[in-house]
């Protein structure tokens, strides 16, 4: 990304614009949803048999 000529906040909503696009083409979800009781526990036991 070229900041030249950019005053400080106009490259810094610059950076935050790439990064939520880059967010965007690499699949990360926008929001987050917290994990069902149900899901924590198999998440550590596949951890656990992993090691």
Known sequence: MD???MDQPAYRQAA???VR???VDV???AKL???K???IGQTGM???AAH
Request: net charge negative; aromatic share 0%; proline share 10%.
């Open 3 to 5: 900041t030249t000529g």
């Open 27 to 29: 699949g990360i979800p």
């Open 33 to 35: 949803e917290k994990p």
């Open 16 to 18: 935050i614009d790439a």
């Open 21 to 23: 696009q880059l967010s």
């Open 37 to 39: 009781e149900e899901e």
């Open 46 to 48: 596949r951890h656990s």
